[in-house]
């Protein structure tokens, strides 16, 4: 999870937003940047597969990485690190798989 924090480090010295709107400013930032990615992939429904650009890919990848500067931007006004957000989304994430396949499971064992 290194990596995130590394990530978070550099994206912070591009940060620049007045102090008075540290969260706020991230925050709808982040939610304006998701919705363009909606939208790249919105227009990839509306066109069909014939009409994409080459570079599809990459534009929503683009806007992948808005959402991440976001991200970065938003835990570093709430004194959070990326790695730890990460790491307890992984936890959360794998837990909840783990916990949906044990009902499964359960549900589905004849005893
Ligand atoms: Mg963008």
Redesign the pocket.
């Known amino acids: 999870m290194s990596d995130f924090n590394s990530y978070q480090r550099s994206a912070s010295k591009t940060a620049i937003y007045p102090d008075e709107h540290r969260i706020l400013y991230p925050a709808l930032g982040l939610a304006g940047?998701a919705g363009?990615v909606a939208n790249k992939v919105k227009k990839l429904v509306r066109d069909g597969p014939d009409k994409r650009p080459d570079t599809w890919r990459e534009d929503i990848a683009s806007?992948i990485g808005?959402v991440l500067w976001y991200c970065a931007a938003l835990a570093t006004d709430l004194n959070l690190t990326l790695g730890m957000i990460a790491a307890q989304n992984e936890i959360k994430t794998v837990g909840k798989k783990r916990g949906r396949y044990n009902r499964w499971v359960r549900r589905h064992t004849i005893v």
């Open positions: 940047e363009e806007e808005d």
